[in-house]
């Protein structure tokens, strides 16, 4: 979900500081939820800033660039697998490469 602009988190500080109401009201009024605008005014208060604050991140990815390439040539090679056909053939394939690398090693 993209975060709220900057436009509407500034109009929400400045009506809560022009006492337009409580912060429950503010949230009816602008269409934010309640916790959104106790973060928003907890935040303006501590950094002066109602800007968004970055992106937390996510999970990493299961799969690096090497597995990813895997992927897209096992899909070329049969593009009318299932996606239970493609796991069980990319297990395989990852099986025989861990194989091969640690026998390599």
Same mark, same amino acid.
């Given at each position: 979900?993209?975060?709220?602009?900057?436009?509407?988190?500034?109009?929400?500080?400045?009506?809560?500081e022009?006492?337009?109401?409580?912060?429950?009201?503010?949230?009816?009024?602008?269409?934010?939820?309640?916790?959104?605008?106790?973060?928003?005014?907890?935040?303006?208060?501590?950094?002066g800033?109602?800007?968004?604050?970055?992106?937390? *991140?996510?999970?990493? $990815?299961?799969? !690096? &660039?090497?597995?990813?390439?895997?992927? +897209? *040539?096992?899909?070329? $090679?049969?593009? !009318? &697998?299932?996606?239970?056909?493609?796991? +069980?053939?990319?297990?395989?394939?990852?099986?025989?490469?861990?194989?091969?690398?640690?026998?390599?090693?």
């Amino acid at each position: 979900m993209k975060p709220y602009s900057t436009d509407l988190r500034i109009r929400v500080v400045r009506a809560y500081e022009d006492r337009e109401g409580a912060m429950r009201r503010l949230a009816t009024t602008f269409r934010v939820s309640l916790s959104c605008v106790r973060r928003l005014l907890k935040q303006y208060r501590e950094t002066g800033s109602v800007a968004p604050k970055p992106h937390g *991140g996510g999970y990493p $990815a299961k799969v !690096d &660039a090497r597995g990813l390439a895997v992927v +897209q *040539g096992l899909m070329q $090679a049969a593009p !009318d &697998a299932t996606l239970s056909e493609r796991c +069980q053939r990319f297990q395989e394939v990852s099986r025989s490469h861990l194989i091969n690398t640690n026998a390599r090693g």
